[in-house]
């Protein structure tokens, strides 16, 4: 297993766009990052440049402390991770996870390969289907053969390239889970990309968010989530999304187009000075105020607005409020939108309300706002005014803890105290050079093993896809 250490990543295509801008991101060993942003913004590229299907065009980048830029894909000995379409559907699944051994012909003995295979299978619970063909398989069954294939192949790190995008919502929220487990159990180094905001928050250990070729920020997705560095994170990360309220600032109270809202005295000192703000607020901020606690209520701001109409959910419900921003609010708002790679952004606020409430569209409530928890951010460079870098580093920290707690868990229960049991080992044994160039349907890809031609690992994928 491996670290990784991308050092000012720099990756310009023939026409000199910089798709990859100076990235910089130091990956444990064990540890599990995702890449995230809007389509376009490098995540790709990046993958691709740690596999070494991309050149470099700038920086270093570095495995277990060794410089590899020069490096062909087989020497670097990284495993990429496709869905079904990388498996024959005439070999047996046994024959499937083989490949790579087969492969490196003469390699290993077929004790050798019949151990790994074996071994392989058991972690990922496929003993009993071994004897079949992938398409009598589940999607998810099919994914850990794929990964089976990885794992014999003792590859120091898995990288992902949007495995799960083909699938529909409810396989991909199983296979999101197996995957999670898997990485836990084996505690192998994964590099996983995705433009898919929850996929990002529920696997990684950290998640670095990338727009325009440039990362905006690496943390836990806690961090992410509370103590976002700007706009762009703030907006990108939740479901539904942060609501954005242009503002003046006057003294404690801000004047937003749907009231004022006296907020927390040291949050207004760090917007100090600041003409124009944008308040960023999350939907669960709000609550009904008629149900919120006595003790509670001094934490807030109340105000009253009418809601268009609400949606009730069962265990919460979604209430929309729209606003009227004035000619100049409006414009920041556009600005934000481009921004934010969407067309335009609603002059809506959309808030959370217990299941319980009574507030309903179309007559005036009472809303209350968990004042200390929102963040005013600078209208013109989207910087987060009011963040809390140590809490941020903290969040990030105890998530660092409980994955080390998770994988150690995980082994035991697996019986493998010191996560080698799999087969994994940091030597470079069994290596082997992958699967033969393919594309098209059906055909095997594996990206290790090829570097130059249309046929590369991704190039499979989409045309596969
Ligand atoms: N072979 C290429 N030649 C020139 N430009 C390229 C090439 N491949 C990618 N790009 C450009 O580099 C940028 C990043 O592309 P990349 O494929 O890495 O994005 P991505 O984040 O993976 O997007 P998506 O979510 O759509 O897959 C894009 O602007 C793209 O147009
Ligand atoms: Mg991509």
């Known amino acids: 297993m491996a670290s990784i250490t991308l050092n000012h990543l720099v990756k310009k295509y023939g026409d000199g766009f910089p798709a990859v801008n100076d990235i910089s991101i130091d990956i444990a060993d064990g540890e599990f990052i995702i890449l995230v942003g809007p389509s ?146 084996l505690g192998v180094t994964s590099v996983y990309v995705t433009h898919d905001q929850t996929e990002a928050m529920t696997l990684g250990d950290r998640v670095a968010v990338l727009k325009k070729g440039e990362l905006q920020q690496i943390a836990s997705p806690r961090e992410l989530y509370e103590q976002p560095v700007n706009l762009f994170v703030a907006g990108f990360i939740g479901s539904p999304s942060m609501n954005f309220l242009p503002a003046t600032l006057e003294g404690n109270v801000l004047r937003t187009a749907v009231g004022d809202l006296e907020i927390p005295a040291e949050k207004a000192r760090k917007a100090a000075g600041k003409k124009v703000v944008l308040v960023g607020v999350r939907p669960e901020f709000f609550e009904d105020a008629k149900l919120v606690e006595d003790h509670k209520r001094s934490n807030g701001s109340t105000f009253m607005a009418t809601l268009t109409h609400t949606e009730w959910l069962g265990n919460e419900q979604y209430g929309y409020i729209n606003f009227d921003p004035a000619p100049e609010m409006r414009e920041l708002l556009n600005n934000l939108a481009r921004d934010m790679d969407a067309d335009e952004l609603r002059p809506q606020v959309v808030v959370t309300l217990d299941a319980a409430s009574r507030i309903r569209g179309g007559r005036e409530a009472e809303l209350w706002l968990d004042t200390r928890k929102l963040h005013l951010f600078d209208a013109e460079t989207g910087e987060n005014l009011t963040r809390d870098a140590e809490a941020g580093a903290e969040l990030t920290r105890q998530a660092g803890e409980e994955r080390a707690e998770e994988i150690a868990t995980a082994q035991q229960a697996d019986g493998h105290g010191n996560g080698n049991g799999t087969g994994f080992s940091s030597g470079t044994s069994g290596r082997t050079d992958g699967a033969p160039h393919g594309q098209g349907n059906g055909a095997p890809v ?20």
């Open 40 to 185: 376009g913004c490098g995540k790709s590229t990046l993958l691709r440049m740690i596999v070494g299907l991309e050149d470099i065009t700038d920086g270093d980048l570095l495995i277990n402390g060794q410089r590899v830029n020069d490096k062909a894909p087989r020497d670097r000995n990284l495993a990429m991770v496709f869905q079904n379409y990388a498996l024959y559907p005439h070999l047996t699944v046994y024959e499937n996870i083989a490949f790579p051994l087969r492969l490196a012909k003469g390699k290993h003995s077929e004790e050798q390969v019949d151990k790994l295979v074996t071994e392989a299978a058991a972690t990922l619970e496929l003993t009993d289907h071994l004897q079949r063909k992938p398409a009598n398989l589940s999607g998810g069954q099919r994914q850990r053969v794929a990964m089976g294939r990885a794992i014999v192949r003792q590859a120091d790190a898995f990288l992902f390239d949007e495995p799960l995008s083909n699938l529909d919502a409810k396989l991909r929220g199983q296979m999101r889970s197996e995957i999670s487990q898997m990485q836990r159990r």
């Open 446 to 465: 594996d990206a290790a093993a090829t570097r130059s031609g249309g046929a590369t690992a991704a190039g499979g994928k989409r045309s596969a896809g």
